[in-house]
């Protein structure tokens, strides 16, 4: 064994060791009373006021998506940038901008006629799973405040869809389909989107993100109401983002920054 | 043995885990001399982290954090049981007319933030893959006193 690893070792039991002390203070688990569900008695702590108040602050019954994109909203559009910053530096590391212009090669859209049957059934099964992949994505992202989903799970689920392209034929297939300039082009309109309504609620004289004053924009019954949509405007700008980036990381990884042939 | 297993293991069981996926990810971290290597060790030790905050938000015989507006499951469960008190109560707080007990549902802040920590998490490991890749490019090579003999010895032969 290399000395390193038995430091590696002793380091490791050492960090865990304390860990699994401080561990025994814990709340058991399950705990409807420990700290971080319930404050002490006679005030509300912040998750027990998301819980009670939310949907009457919100009408959004998921309570997970009111507290994203709402309550936490700024939080949640610098995570939308991190993913938008993880794409570029993925750019810039693998040098797929801004290179010298690629000749793709036009192939034939099928390579299933060259005696290789296995790709037919790879082939036909995702020409058919792909829509049904997509319609339900577009579903987790569109009824994302009223049961699971949103924004960054549809976006991942959507972006899957053109992976499994890109898997079962090649990189080429999917890149017709979703370009390198279209999908930057979706990465930074997700943004615009989601920053866009924060400076709508700037023009109309309110902070930002704070979605209430949208209400004679979006027609809707109260403020609730226009927090309920602006939410949805804003996963959906996040749904974009997210589709683009993570295509955009599967295209880049998978071909080594050249964007050709793929796996 | 039996004291310390029904004292401090049982009601911690769950901590114990991600303690001891924490102990194994930081070990791949800081042991193991091949990159993909090191960063499986990296996404163990997120995992840990993630179940550790989302075991946090769990409260017992709690359902998830989301509201049914329209009630239909609970209307039906009340139904069932005719009991006016207990059925009407929840199905109430459900359909948002009552605001809900908070402890009938999941916290949901830890969900939040987890989803915040599982979004990072992937573009980290995108740009360290990349950045993996490219090192493979350079050096020829991932393990890593491999290519620490070749940034001493002074760059690439070829």
Same mark, same amino acid.
């Given at each position: 064994?290399?000395?390193?690893? @038995? ?67 700024y939080d949640t559009m610098f995570e939308t940038v991190v ?70 799970? !549809?976006?991942?689920?959507l972006a899957a869809s053109f992976i499994i392209i890109a ?22 309109? !997700? ?13 109309? /004289? ?10 004679? @924009? ?12 602006s939410m949805l405007g804003v996963e959906i700008g996040v ?25 | ?42 996404? @163990? ?11 946090? !938000? ?79 490019? /350079? ?20």
């Open positions: 064994m290399r000395l390193s690893s @038995i430091f590696a070792i002793i380091a490791v039991v050492i960090t865990g060791g304390i860990l699994l002390y401080g561990v025994s203070d814990f709340p058991s688990f399950g705990d409807p009373k420990s700290p971080a569900n319930a404050a002490v008695p006679g005030s509300e702590s912040v998750s027990q006021y998301f819980i009670t108040k939310s949907y009457k602050d919100t009408k959004v019954p998921n309570l997970v998506t009111s507290v994203l994109a709402d309550y936490r909203g993913i938008f910053a993880a794409g570029m530096a993925i750019f810039a590391i693998l040098g797929s901008v801004g290179g010298e212009s690629q000749p793709r090669v036009q192939e034939e859209e099928s390579s299933f006629v060259d005696g290789d049957h296995s790709r037919i059934i790879v082939g036909t099964t995702c020409r058919l799973l792909v829509p049904v992949i997509q319609v339900f994505a577009l579903y987790v992202i569109g009824h994302g405040h009223y049961s699971p989903g949103g924004g960054f799970q !549809g976006g991942v689920i898997l079962s034929s090649d990189l080429d297939a999917a890149l017709r389909r979703l370009s390198e300039v279209n999908y930057l082009r979706l990465a930074c309109v !997700g943004i615009l989107i989601y920053a866009g309504f924060g400076v709508l609620c700037q023009v109309l /004289e309110s902070n930002f993100l704070d979605y209430g004053v949208l209400q004679p @924009i979006l027609l809707t019954d109260g403020p609730e109401m226009a927090r309920s949509h749904a974009f983002t997210v589709t683009a980036i993570m295509f955009a990381i599967y295209a880049n990884l998978s071909s080594r920054g050249t964007l050709r042939d793929g796996l | 043995m039996a004291e310390f297993f029904e004292q401090t293991l049982q009601p911690h069981f769950n901590f114990w885990i991600y303690v001891i996926l924490m102990m194994i990810g930081l070990w791949a971290l800081i042991a193991k001399n091949n990159l993909i290597k090191k960063l499986i060790g990296m996404s @163990i030790f997120q995992t840990a982290i993630i179940l550790f905050y989302v075991s946090l !938000g769990v409260k017992e015989d709690a359902t998830i954090p989301i509201l049914d507006p329209y009630g239909q499951a609970e209307h039906a469960a009340a139904d069932a049981e005719g009991a006016e008190t207990e059925g009407e109560k929840k199905r109430d707080s459900y359909i948002g007319k009552k605001s809900p007990d908070p402890d009938t549902m999941a916290n949901p802040l830890p969900h939040v933030l987890m989803l915040t920590a599982i979004v990072v998490g992937v573009a980290t490991l995108g740009v360290a893959l990349s950045i993996t890749q490219m090192i493979f490019k /350079e050096f020829g090579s991932l393990e890593e006193d491999e290519i620490l003999e070749i940034v001493k010895g002074g760059g690439v032969d070829d």
